[in-house]
């Protein structure tokens, strides 16, 4: 690295989108992904649907254990 580096001319938040909506990689172990692409394959829909549908069920429980 520099010693030094020169930010004069550098525009601040030039990347900067307040509104955007990022998808985040979720990776899951072998044994986990193999549990929910069976599952998917059986009900002929995506990986990611069936881990948002598990996901929100146990959301589900979990509220009703409060």
């Given at each position: 690295?520099?010693?030094?580096?020169?930010?004069?001319?550098?525009?601040?938040?030039?990347?900067?989108?307040?509104?955007?909506?990022?998808?985040?990689?979720?990776?899951?172990?072998?044994?986990?992904?193999?549990?929910?692409?069976?599952?998917?394959?059986?009900r002929k829909e995506d990986?990611?649907?069936?881990?948002?549908?598990?996901?929100?069920?146990?959301?589900?429980?979990?509220?009703?254990?409060?």
């Amino acid at each position: 690295m520099k010693s030094n580096y020169d930010f004069s001319k550098a525009v601040k938040g030039k990347f900067y989108r307040p509104n955007i909506k990022m998808n985040i990689p979720v990776y899951l172990d072998d044994k986990s992904f193999a549990f929910v692409n069976g599952i998917a394959r059986k009900r002929k829909e995506d990986v990611s649907s069936i881990v948002n549908h598990i996901i929100k069920s146990d959301m589900q429980l979990i509220e009703a254990m409060k």
